[in-house]
């Protein structure tokens, strides 16, 4: 629980701090590279660590994990400029893949099924509860001391919670021989980089429809391809397909991609749009994240006590046409909706991302036995990671390009970096007020795009959900 709190806090921490990190170190054209960079290790690695938790044991493993992320998050305080920080990220996030996944699974070890559906709800409380904490921890820590500390605040807790694990969690023996697809995970590892780097800096370091770009298209889909092909030959793939042919644990990981969009997209850019349109400041912008971290857990408790009556498909369900609420509520959102609306409608995602991915977790822990319940619960999370390294590039590209043509339609002496004046209260001083309303009706209108986007993969996500197999109750760990 609480190797699971430090993983809440910082995503919720970072979020809040970015647009005062953008504004301090300069570079907002590398701002969704923090994301990017974090998300790519993490997404990577989550399946090669729950190979790794099959094989050697939960507690080592999680160890090794927790250790490079406080290492990674020392560093991380220490970064002069977005090119450094973007680097320290990159370590931040190869330990960041291990914490939730194998504490999730940690927790499958413990408790039964019927246990698992419940308490799997208090740990999302859990969870969210350190959530709502992140955000009005990370604006005081802007408003009153300095960024840096916005890192730092992990490595206490996550040496405490090294220590709990090392005192009171013991194992059974590994018996299994070890056995690691590493050319997999390369692969994996060079086909995301490729695609990534293509979707953040398309648009602006190269056009998307020259020759680089074609190239770094081509490349990303053929080593996808040869992935898949390695995959399918191996003896213990990185990333098993035979358990997606359980037609509930396809769909529900598909879910969790696009949820992962979804998720990536609102706690990135929501701190951005109160902030740099609404005038807001950090703790404000904070306030809007936070709602979302209540409504998670609150559907999550929910969800743990109706899973077992009602099965995965309902549950979800309603998850998925709560995501739809807030997505259009977000649509909906201009620059004088205020910070209420906007917590509002975060709080309609929280809701649906709490419904779903508790259900989804219990689900795929009970059909399948516990020696590869870490593979398992790992393709999840890696779905999630992985919806969230495509969104944080995709946004990111979304936001720049639309940012760079509105810049030269209206030829102005401005550029991407122009928005960093309008991250907080100072910067905006310094700009002549006709200009600040104008780089923030063009930061309102690239925003809206983002949101846009949003709401269409909140729809993706419901159709995905209808395509899960009706039925009440769970599957037994036995099946």
């Known amino acids: 629980m609480l190797a699971m709190f430090v993983s809440a806090v910082e ?28 998300l790519l290790m993490s997404t990577v690695t989550v399946l090669i660590y729950g190979k790794l938790a099959d094989v ?3 507690k080592p493993i999680l160890f090794i994990g927790l250790t490079l992320f406080l290492i990674g998050s020392l560093l991380c305080g220490f970064a002069g400029s977005m090119e450094q920080l973007i680097v320290y990220r990159l370590i931040q996030g190869l330990g960041a893949g291990a914490v939730m996944p194998i504490a999730t699974t940690i927790v499958g070890d413990i408790y039964t099924t019927e246990e698992r559906a419940k308490i799997q709800g208090y740990l999302s409380s859990v969870w969210g509860i350190s959530a709502v904490l992140g955000p009005v921890i990370g604006g005081l820590i802007v408003q009153y001391m300095h960024w840096k500390f916005v890192f730092w605040v992990n490595i206490p807790l996550g040496l405490l919670a090294m220590l ?3 005192l009171f969690l013991h194992e059974p023996e590994q018996e299994q021989k070890v056995s690691i697809d590493y050319k997999g995970a390369i692969l994996l590892m060079l086909s995301l980089s490729t695609i990534l780097f293509w979707l953040a800096e398309g648009g602006q370091s190269f056009s998307r429809f020259s020759v680089i770009s074609l190239v770094l298209v081509g490349t990303g889909i053929g080593l996808f391809a040869y992935f898949i092909r390695v995959e399918k030959k191996v003896a213990n793939p990185v990333m098993p397909f035979s358990i997606w042919q359980n037609p509930v644990i396809l769909y529900a990981n598909l879910v969790s991609l696009t949820t992962g969009i979804i998720l990536i997209g609102i706690s990135s850019y929501l701190p951005t749009y109160v902030t740099g349109v609404m005038e807001q400041p950090a703790i404000i912008a904070g306030f809007t994240l936070t709602t979302m971290s209540i409504g998670w857990p609150i559907a999550s408790s929910v969800a743990g006590h109706l899973l077992i009556r009602y099965g995965t498909f309902t549950v979800s369900f309603v998850g998925g046409l709560s995501l739809i609420l807030g997505g259009i509520l977000f649509v909906m959102m201009g620059a004088g909706s205020g910070p209420l609306w906007a917590a509002i409608a975060s709080f309609f995602v929280g809701v649906g991302m709490g419904l779903t991915s508790t259900t989804f977790t219990v689900t795929i822990q009970a059909a399948v036995p516990r020696e590869r319940r870490g593979s398992a619960t790992a393709s999840n999370m890696f779905m999630r990671n992985f919806g969230n390294t495509i969104g944080a590039a995709l946004f990111g590209a979304i936001l720049n390009g639309m940012l760079m043509m509105q810049f030269n339609q209206e030829q102005l002496a401005y550029g991407l970096d122009s928005i960093n004046l309008l991250l907080t209260e100072e910067q905006r ?17 690239s925003l809206s795009w983002v949101y846009v986007t949003v709401a269409v993969f909140a729809v993706i996500s419901l159709l995905l959900i209808l395509r899960i197999p009706r039925g009440r109750g769970l599957p037994n760990d036995n099946d």
């Open 56 to 58: 050697f044991g939960r």
């Open 11 to 38: 995503a919720t921490i970072v979020t809040t701090a970015m647009p005062t990190i953008a504004s301090d170190l300069g570079g907002f054209s590398r701002y969704s590279w923090i994301f990017s960079a974090y």
């Open 429 to 445: 001083l310094t700009l002549p007020v006709a200009d600040m309303h104008v780089l923030q009706h063009l930061l309102d209108r």
């Open 164 to 166: 709990g694990l090392y």
